[in-house]
């Protein structure tokens, strides 16, 4: 556990921008969640939105890395739109 701690946090030291534009990006998405709130349509944008900006973000993160593979990619777009339709789920019951 010491060690996982340690790698996030010298992760985190070494690519802080990345790391801020993404929770930055983030708190705009939240944000965009409450100011829509009701409206599902403009709300699926929003997640949308979001689970596209998270995957053109790990890949430019993992291409200044030099670890882009294509294994990465289907990851996080796998990761992306389970998210997308686990929230479109939790929102719109």
């Known amino acids: 556990m ?7 946090k010298t992760d985190f030291l070494k690519h802080t921008f990345d790391y801020m534009v993404l929770i930055t990006a983030g708190i705009f998405f939240l944000l965009a969640l409450n100011i829509f709130r009701g409206e599902r349509f403009m709300i699926f944008l929003v997640l949308f939105a979001f689970a596209s900006f998270y995957i053109i973000w790990a890949m430019y993160h993992h291409a200044v890395n030099r670890s882009i593979k294509l294994k990465v990619v289907v990851e996080y777009i796998l990761i992306a739109f389970t998210i997308l339709f ?3 789920i939790i929102i719109f019951p």
Do not use: F, Q
């Open 2 to 8: 010491k060690y996982l701690w340690h790698h996030i």
């Open 86 to 88: 686990l929230l479109r």
